[in-house]
């Protein structure tokens, strides 16, 4: 833990930077996440992470493994929306481990530097390691059910399979709530603390508010370079072969 503190800075700026350039490459799958249902519908991996019901989810599933498989009925198959989500989900293996790492990093630095910061900070920032096992186990219940995408619907022969397919469900939602919950506590509590802190006390260094305005600057250079990068990978060009042409005015 000293070893952590003395390069606690370091840390954070580097699992942000990393953090950042994964999430690029995972903004870059969202042009090829699109199901059909009556007509091509584009879907992020929210509506994964929270569907409206184990209906809509199985929908989304099916529809990605019919295009892969024979085209959705039309003879041309058509497994891009299969690959963009297998390819953001791996992405997430990934970006997790830096993502998390920031928010307990920021959770440390209010427990540590802070001295009348409440005590169970250490302990929120205990917790984004169990948001990061729930977010592995949410990654294998998405990987699984692209595989089984009638997963959560199931049970169609009997009473005590539609408990079970009921309960999976149930199961999958609690995981993801829970792991939401757990990381925007950290994030949005420390935060907070930090703001209160360098607003009405004005407790911070003037480092401190260096390395605060050096975290902005990444975040808006990201944010600046991000579409255009994302713009020259294969998946984006495969998409949008004229390189140019917005997900939303080739929705059908």
Avoid at 115 to 133: D, S, T
Avoid at 152 to 174: D, H, T, V
């Amino acid at each position: 833990m000293e070893w952590i503190y003395a390069h606690r800075q370091e840390l954070f700026l580097g699992s942000l930077v990393i953090m950042l350039v994964v999430t690029g490459f995972m903004s870059a799958t969202r042009h090829g996440m699109y199901f059909i249902r009556w007509t091509r519908r584009y879907f992020s991996i929210l509506d994964i992470e929270f569907p409206s019901s184990d209906r809509y989810y199985t929908t989304i599933m099916t529809s990605i493994n019919r295009l892969k498989n024979d085209g959705f009925g039309s003879g041309e198959p058509d497994d891009l929306p299969y690959r963009s989500l297998r390819k953001n989900v791996l992405l997430d293996f990934v970006f997790i481990w830096f993502a998390y790492g920031c928010v307990a990093l920021m959770c440390l630095h209010v427990a540590w530097d802070l001295e009348w910061a409440p005590w169970w900070f250490e302990k929120l920032a205990a917790l984004q390691g169990v948001a990061l096992l729930l977010d592995v186990i949410e990654n294998g219940f998405i990987l699984y059910t692209m595989k089984r995408p009638d997963f959560f619907l199931s049970g169609r022969e009997g009473q005590a399979s539609r408990k079970k397919s009921a309960a999976a469900f149930n199961l999958y939602r609690s995981v993801v709530l829970l792991k939401w919950t757990f990381v925007l506590a950290g994030v949005f509590l420390s935060i907070g603390v930090v703001l209160y802190t360098f607003l009405f006390t004005g407790y911070y260094s003037r480092g401190e508010v260096l390395f605060g305005l050096a975290v902005m600057g990444i975040i808006l250079a990201s944010s600046l370079l991000t579409p255009v990068l994302v713009r020259r990978t294969a998946l984006y060009k495969e998409r949008y072969p004229a390189s140019g042409a917005a997900p939303e005015a080739s929705r059908e």
